[in-house]
C-alpha cells in the first residue's frame, strides 16, 4: 500500500518549509530511514528520511518549492504497485497544507486523515456527488474505458455540459499510447532542450524515460568535433549559503544598524578562566573559556538594561523577561546560531556544559528547529582569527548582536605603571530604531566593566 509523505513540522515555530533538494528520483529504490528530502527554512536546513521502504512512486512537491508543513511532497509505493498520481507543485506555485481531519455529519470524528484535495460529507452528500459524476458519463464511454482501462477522472468532456462520450475516451486512450512514460523532471529537462523523447528508450522501471535518459541523449545528439569549453568552477547557491544571503541582505536594508567599538581589558578575566580550570582540574566535565565568561557577562548586562534584549515585531516592542543567548558557530556549509536559553539565570559553569553541547550539535548537523529559533540577542567570536575588531550585522528581530574581536598582549598604563595586559576587541551592534545611541552606550560600558573585573557580574 502506498504511503503519502509530508512536509514535516521541524519546530515550534516552523509553519512553511522550502523543499531545496530531493536524493532519490521518481523510480528510485528507497529503504525505510534512507535521506529522501532535504527542507530549507530561514534558520535551519534538515535532511528527511524515509518513513517506510519502497518505490518513490511520484515527486509531488519540486526542488525549491515553499510550501505548509502537512503537505504532500512524494509518494512511496511498494513494487509493482500504481496508485493514483497526485496535482504537483512546481517553484513559485503556492500549496495549501493538508486539512486536518474535522467531524463528520453524524458528530464522531472523521476515521482517517485527510488527503490535500478531499472533501469531508454525509454519506447522503457523497452519494449524489456519485450519481452527478455518472451523469456526465455516458454508459458507452464508461463501457469503453473499462475495456481501454482508462482513468475517467482524467479525460475531458467535448460533449454537452463536458459530457465524456466514446471518443473523447478514445482519444485519450491514443494520446496516452502514443506518450512515452517519462518522468516529469526527465520531460522538463527535454522540454527545455527541444528535445524528441519519441526516439529516447527508457532505462527506468517499465521502460519509463528517466533523467539520466535524457542526459545521456542530449550528449549523443552533440557534434562529436566540437570540444566544448569548460565552464569555470561555480557553486550553487542554495540551502543554507542562500538562506544566510537573503537574512543578511534583509538585515541591512530592513533595520538602522549603528555599532560601537572599544578594546577590553581582559586580563582579570583570563585569571578567573585559569582559576576555575585549576579548581576542576579532575573534573574533565568541566571545561570552561573567556567566551563563557563573556557569555555571562553579556547576560547579566542586558537584564539591567532589558531594552536591548528586546525584538521588534511590526509596530511593538517585546521586552523579554528572559535571555535567549543565540551563540553563531563557524560550519563548512556556512553560519548557524543555536540558541542558550534562560542564560541571565544560569551560572558559569552551567553556560559553559550548555553551550559546548549546542556547538557540538552545530558542527555535528544534529540541531533541532527549536535549537535555532526564539534567540533575544546574539554573540558572534572571531578570536580565533587575526581581526581585531569588526562590525557584526544584526539578527532581526533581535536588537543587537555583539562582536568579539581576538586578544593581544599591549603595553597599557595600568594603576600609574606601564605594563603588558591582555585587550580583547569588542563591538555592539544594535537597531537604532529600537534604542538610541545613549543608552546602547552605557550597556556598553558595563559590560567593558564587567569583562574587566569579572567579580562585579555577581553585584
Not at 151 to 179: F, N, S
Not at 341 to 350: F, S
Amino acid at each position: 500500500m502506498s504511503v503519502k509523505v509530508s512536509m514535516p513540522k521541524l519546530g515550534m515555530t516552523m509553519r512553511t518549509g522550502k523543499l531545496s533538494k530531493w536524493f532519490k528520483n521518481e523510480g528510485d529504490q528507497v529503504g525505510a530511514g534512507e535521506e529522501l528530502f532535504e527542507v530549507e527554512t530561514e534558520k535551519i536546513t534538515n535532511k528527511v528520511e524515509a518513513p517506510v521502504g519502497g518505490i518513490l512512486f511520484q515527486i509531488v512537491v519540486r526542488e525549491g518549492a515553499v510550501v505548509p508543513i502537512g503537505t504532500i511532497v512524494g509518494v512511496i509505493a511498494e513494487p509493482g504497485e500504481i496508485p493514483e498520481r497526485i496535482e504537483g507543485i512546481e517553484v513559485g506555485e503556492i500549496a495549501e497544507p493538508t486539512p486536518a481531519p474535522v467531524a463528520a455529519a453524524s458528530g464522531t470524528e472523521a476515521e482517517g486523515p485527510v488527503e490535500r484535495g478531499e472533501i469531508l460529507a454525509t454519506p447522503a452528500s457523497k452519494r449524489l456527488a456519485k450519481e452527478l459524476v455518472v451523469d456526465l458519463t455516458t454508459p458507452a464511454s464508461k463501457r469503453l474505458a473499462k475495456e481501454l482501462v482508462v482513468d475517467l477522472t482524467l479525460v475531458k468532456g467535448t460533449g454537452p455540459d463536458g459530457r465524456i462520450r466514446e471518443a473523447d475516451v478514445t482519444r485519450y486512450h491514443e494520446q496516452a499510447l502514443r506518450k512515452p512514460r517519462i518522468t516529469p523532471l526527465a520531460e522538463e529537462i527535454a522540454r527545455k532542450a527541444s528535445l524528441d523523447i519519441s526516439v529516447i528508450s527508457g532505462t527506468g522501471e517499465g521502460g519509463k524515460i528517466t533523467r539520466e535518459d535524457v542526459e545521456r541523449a542530449l550528449q549523443e545528439r552533440k557534434p562529436a568535433a566540437v570540444e566544448e569549453k569548460k565552464p569555470a568552477l561555480t557553486i550553487p547557491m542554495t540551502g543554507m549559503r542562500k538562506a544566510i544571503a537573503d537574512n543578511m541582505f534583509a538585515s541591512l536594508h530592513n533595520t538602522a544598524q549603528l555599532s560601537l567599538a572599544s578594546e577590553v581589558d581582559v586580563t582579570e578575566s583570563l585569571r578567573f578562566v585559569a582559576l576555575v580550570q585549576e579548581q576542576h582540574k579532575k573534573d574533565e566535565s568541566v571545561r570552561v573559556s573567556l567566551n563563557d565568561i563573556v557569555i555571562m557577562a553579556t547576560s547579566r548586562a542586558l537584564k539591567r538594561f532589558p531594552i536591548m534584549n528586546s525584538t521588534q515585531v511590526g509596530s511593538e516592542i517585546i521586552l523579554h523577561d528572559s535571555v535567549a543567548m543565540g551563540i553563531a558557530v563557524a560550519i563548512p556549509e556556512g553560519l548557524i546560531v543555536p540558541v542558550l536559553r534562560d542564560a541571565d539565570r544560569k551560572g558559569l559553569l552551567q553556560i559553559a556544559g550548555e553551550a559546548r553541547v549546542l556547538i557540538g550539535k552545530a558542527r555535528s548537523n544534529s540541531l533541532s528547529m527549536d535549537d535555532v529559533t526564539g534567540g533575544t540577542f546574539t554573540i558572534t567570536n572571531l578570536s580565533a582569527s587575526r581581526v581585531d575588531n569588526f562590525t557584526p550585522i544584526l539578527r532581526p528581530p533581535e536588537t543587537g548582536i555583539l562582536g568579539i574581536g581576538r586578544v593581544v598582549k599591549k603595553p597599557v598604563v595600568f594603576e600609574g605603571e606601564i605594563v603588558i595586559r591582555s585587550l580583547m576587541g569588542l563591538s555592539l551592534t544594535f537597531d537604532h530604531r529600537v534604542v538610541d545611541g545613549s543608552p546602547a552606550s552605557v550597556f556598553f560600558d558595563l559590560l567593558c566593566s564587567y569583562l574587566e573585573q569579572p567579580t562585579l557580574i555577581l553585584t
